[in-house]
């Protein structure tokens, strides 16, 4: 698949839609902050799925009563737009924060994954020239939730 100017709230705001479908049973709050709600990133329909995968992880290794999963959109620079995906779950120890990124790993063994994978994950945000990492959500207990961090590249403006 292609590149090409995708507008990152349409997708952002339609796996939103599809997550709070999904877990109806479950009570999932989700904000997001933006500096601007039309901000266009070089990738494909494959963020959907991206997307889709980080809300699915964040409710699955949440044992919380209330979900919480926080959307920072900002500008990184001028060709790269920061998204940080921020959730109150069950986070992810030190020694896995590398690992989860690796083809064949399968994250938290005994669970069934539902979605793409975060190696696959990892693979489309590096065929789009951006980047991923994770770090806590609280810096110093990583059983207070995760903090995945995606740099994109900004669409090329057309004339």
Known sequence: MGLKPINLHKYLNKAIEYMQKGFQEKEIKIEVETPDNVIEVQTNELLFDVFTNFFSNAIKY????SIE???KISNSDL??????????????????????????????????????GLSLVAKIINYYGGKIWVENRIERDHSLGTNFSILLPRAIPHD
Do not use: A, S
């Not at 949440?62 to 009563?65: A, C, G, K, Q, V």
């Not at 790269?80 to 083809?103: C, L, R, T």
């Open 79 to 116: 060709n790269m737009v920061k998204i940080e995906i921020i959730d109150n779950g069950v986070g992810i120890p030190d020694g896995f924060k590398e690992k989860i990124f690796m083809q064949g790993y399968k994250e938290f063994k005994g669970k069934k994954g539902m979605g793409i």
């Open 62 to 65: 949440n044992e919380n009563e």
């Open 69 to 71: 999963i926080l959307i």
